[in-house]
């Protein structure tokens, strides 16, 4: 990346440098530090509307005959105020994977019947749970769970989760693929469809609805890869279920994180879904949520030190990897930024406190000279980031706040 893409690849009318100023969402960022400390995670409501009703537009765009339906990926981000502001919007339902995401769901307003449940390898505790749930609709994800399922709702009517054996990533990154050459826990494979249909037959529950989900965080040169998921899994399974009426896409729309990323044109992803289900009786459900939350928040850290340490220039902060961990663990870069930029910036490597050698936010970021500034920003922090969060070592301290959709 060059020092002039470090500068503009990221930013927009929310998130910008004005007279060398860095704002977000209409605040100046030196001024979020100051009231949140650090650190802190800081989203902004509105940029989550703009997301939500840009898929609706390209929903709009797709002319589905049956209509569709936008669930949002509450493992992404499960802050509380964040589920209530979307629930009032009435723009989506929930796609949720534990009972209790279905609990914390229902306490933000959302209704039984506005959660779809997906999830593997669940308990006896777990179904007896989601039983109690009235309304709730259920995928099924593997034989076991049909089978648990039938035993206590007999009659039900059910989706399952197919496998087709084909994943789709950004940038093919295989620590984001949920299917592919390598077997997954996810979902019925081809060669189990029989079974899981004689299953289904015998406790008498109806498979409406067929789910996958693939991968995560793909943009527009991985359509060509989900186009060819979505004709797989409609004629290796939905064209084989009868009682279908819904198809669930998945989710796994995805954000930039570096220059060379680009934007995902969903002109482009509208056109696929056109192509399968603009002719086909299909109810179609999405369920995104790194898309419609992680360009939405910011991570705001506390610089600890600078130093050069051989030949590379480190700045610390006072966050590791265990408050955010997409870059540890999926390779997914957070763009630092400092709250003001004047002059040359110089490569840096930002650090983090945990004693990990695997704790390093971003290698050679381009930065401005950072004296007299005592915070940095990560972008991309809206998603996948709070809610994977751990105390690894007892450093687990953080703060989240929502900023509310007003005209400043």
């Known amino acids: 990346m060059t020092e002039q893409e470090a500068l503009q690849w990221w930013q927009r009318d929310d998130l910008c440098y004005r007279g060398g100023e860095l704002f977000f969402s209409g605040f100046a960022v030196s001024t979020l530090a100051k009231?949140?400390?650090s650190p802190s995670f800081v989203y902004s409501f509105a940029r989550v509307r703009q997301n939500l009703e840009r898929v609706h537009a390209a929903l709009e765009d797709a002319k589905l005959p049956m209509g569709s339906t936008v669930l949002y990926a509450m493992k992404a981000n499960r802050f509380g105020p964040l589920l209530t502001s979307l629930q009032q919007t009435g723009l989506c339902?929930?796609?949720?994977?534990?009972?209790?995401?279905?609990?914390?769901?229902?306490?933000?307003?959302?209704?039984?019947?506005?959660?779809?449940?997906t999830a593997g390898s669940l308990s006896r505790r777990d179904v007896q749970a989601l039983a109690r749930v009235e309304g709730l609709f259920v995928d099924c994800d593997s034989l076991h769970a049909i089978k648990?399922?039938?035993?206590?709702?007999?009659?039900?009517?059910?989706?399952?989760?197919?496998?087709?054996?084909?994943?789709?990533?950004?940038?093919?990154?295989?620590?984001?693929?949920y299917a592919g050459a390598t077997a997954t826990k996810f979902g019925i494979y081809e060669e189990q469809l029989d079974d899981a249909l004689a299953l289904a037959?015998?406790?008498?529950l109806k498979i409406t609805k067929?789910?996958?989900?693939?991968?995560?965080?793909?943009?527009?040169?991985?359509?060509?890869?989900?186009d060819s998921v979505i004709a797989a899994c409609l004629e290796k399974f939905v064209a084989r279920c009868p009682d279908v009426k819904t198809v669930n896409v998945g989710g796994g729309l995805g954000v930039p994180h570096v220059a060379n990323d680009g934007t995902l044109d969903l002109g482009k992803w509208s056109a696929v879904l056109h192509k399968h289900f603009g002719h086909r009786?299909?109810?179609?459900?999405?369920?995104?949520?790194?898309?419609?939350?992680?360009?939405?928040?910011?991570?705001?850290?506390?610089?600890?030190?600078?130093?050069?340490?051989?030949?590379?220039?480190?700045?610390?902060?006072?966050?590791?990897?265990?408050?955010a961990p997409e870059p540890a663990y999926y390779s997914l870069p957070f763009q630092p930024l400092a709250?003001?930029?004047?002059?040359?910036?110089?490569?840096?490597?930002?650090?983090?406190?945990?004693n990990e050698a695997l704790d390093v936010w971003y290698r050679d970021a381009w930065l401005p000279s950072l004296e007299g500034q005592d915070s940095l920003v990560l972008i991309n922090a809206g998603a996948y980031s709070a809610s994977m969060a751990s105390n690894h070592c007892m450093r687990g301290e953080m703060r989240e706040f929502l900023l509310a959709d007003v005209e400043r």
């Open 210 to 226: 067929v789910h996958f989900h693939t991968g995560c965080g793909y943009l527009t040169s991985e359509l060509p890869q989900w």
């Open 93 to 117: 339902g929930i796609d949720a994977c534990s009972p209790k995401e279905v609990e914390q769901a229902m306490s933000c307003g959302f209704l039984p019947e506005q959660i779809s449940f």
């Open 35 to 37: 009231r949140f400390c």
């Open 281 to 323: 009786k299909f109810h179609v459900e999405i369920e995104p949520g790194e898309y419609i939350v992680k360009d939405a928040g910011i991570l705001l850290l506390e610089k600890t030190f600078e130093e050069t340490k051989q030949f590379t220039r480190f700045v610390g902060v006072d966050a590791g990897f265990n408050i």
């Open 339 to 354: 709250p003001r930029c004047s002059g040359a910036l110089r490569k840096v490597t930002v650090v983090g406190n945990i």
């Open 148 to 177: 648990a399922w039938g035993e206590l709702n007999p009659g039900a009517h059910i989706g399952i989760r197919v496998n087709p054996a084909m994943g789709v990533s950004r940038a093919d990154n295989d620590k984001l693929q």
């Open 201 to 204: 037959q015998q406790f008498g």
